[in-house]
C-alpha cells in the first residue's frame, strides 16, 4: 500500500511510476522524502537492491534535489571503502547511509531542465562509477 503523504509534479509521478519500484513520499519533522522500495544497485555491492529515500527539497523543482540516502547501509563486496557515506540518518524509523554526493559546477542543477528523473539518472551515475575509480 503506497504512502503519499505529499504530491510531487505530474511529471516526476508519470517517471516514478514507469521506473518499475514502488514508492512512497513520506514528511517527517517538517522535511519532504521519497523513498523508492527495492531499487536495484549495479553489480559490486553487498546487496542486489536496497531503499532509497531522496529529500525533496523545499522549493522544488527550482532548487535542487540533493544526495540520496540508502538502506540498508551497503559496501563494495571487494572490502574497499565508499567515499562520503560515514553519515547515518533516521528516516520513517529507519537507519539509512547518507550518499553525500552534490552537483558541479561543471554539472549544475539547471531550473527547467533538470527534474527528479534527471537526479535519479545522475544518482545512477555515481553509483556505478564507484567501481570505476582507482
Not at 510531487?8 to 511510476?17: A, S
Amino acid at each position: 500500500m503506497s504512502r503519499r503523504a505529499f504530491r510531487l509534479p505530474e511529471m516526476d509521478e508519470t517517471f516514478l511510476d514507469g521506473l518499475g519500484v514502488a514508492w512512497d513520499t513520506i514528511q517527517e519533522g517538517g522535511v519532504q522524502w521519497l523513498i523508492l522500495t527495492a531499487y536495484r544497485l549495479p553489480q559490486g555491492y553487498d546487496h542486489a537492491a536496497v531503499d532509497i529515500a531522496i529529500q525533496i527539497s523545499a522549493g522544488y523543482p527550482a532548487a535542487a534535489l540533493d544526495m540520496a540516502y540508502l538502506t540498508p547501509p551497503v559496501r563494495r563486496r571487494d572490502g574497499r571503502p565508499i567515499n562520503c557515506t560515514e553519515s547515518r540518518s533516521t528516516i520513517d524509523g529507519r537507519v539509512w547511509q547518507m550518499w553525500s554526493r552534490h552537483r558541479t559546477p561543471e554539472n549544475p542543477w539547471i531550473h527547467g531542465e533538470d527534474d527528479l528523473a534527471s537526479h535519479v539518472h545522475y544518482m545512477d551515475a555515481w553509483l556505478a562509477a564507484e567501481f570505476e575509480r582507482a
